[in-house]
């Protein structure tokens, strides 16, 4: 599968934003996915996850309650909603699938990745 990410861009302390990746081919039903990101100097780590089906989701301590990560299956696209944008949330966000039981949220062991969207929050 080949993921492409988007959304991203330069927005104030406490906006919004909403990011989208769209994914080839037609299995995309068949994919656990999830979203990480990178901040300069700092090792990728994990944002939030959803089930293949959608109805099960995870997210880090440092974005609960802020950010929502949703899917539509019908157009193989996956989205987060952050909410409540703080400076610490700068970073490269990437999106990510793997094959994964049909409700299992896996926060790890992705197998496909995207190619970033930057995301920088002004202070």
């Known amino acids: 599968v080949q993921l492409q990410a988007s959304g991203g861009g330069l927005v104030q302390a406490g906006g919004s934003l909403r990011l989208s990746c769209a994914a080839s081919?037609?299995?995309?039903?068949?994919?656990?996915m999830g979203w990480f990101r990178q901040a300069p100097g700092k090792e990728r780590e994990f944002v939030a996850t959803?089930?293949?089906?959608?109805?099960?989701?995870d997210y880090a301590d440092s974005v609960k309650g802020r950010f929502t990560i949703s899917r539509d299956n019908a157009k193989n696209t996956v989205y987060l909603q952050m909410n409540s944008l703080k400076s610490e949330d700068t970073a490269v966000y990437y999106c990510?699938?793997?094959?994964?039981?049909?409700?299992?949220?896996?926060?790890?062991?992705?197998?496909?990745w995207g190619q970033g969207t930057q995301v920088t929050v002004s202070s």
């Open positions: 081919g037609r299995t995309f039903s068949s994919y656990g």
């Open positions: 959803i089930s293949r089906n959608g109805y099960s989701t």
């Open positions: 990510a699938a793997r094959v994964a039981g049909i409700g299992f949220v896996p926060r790890s062991g992705f197998d496909y």
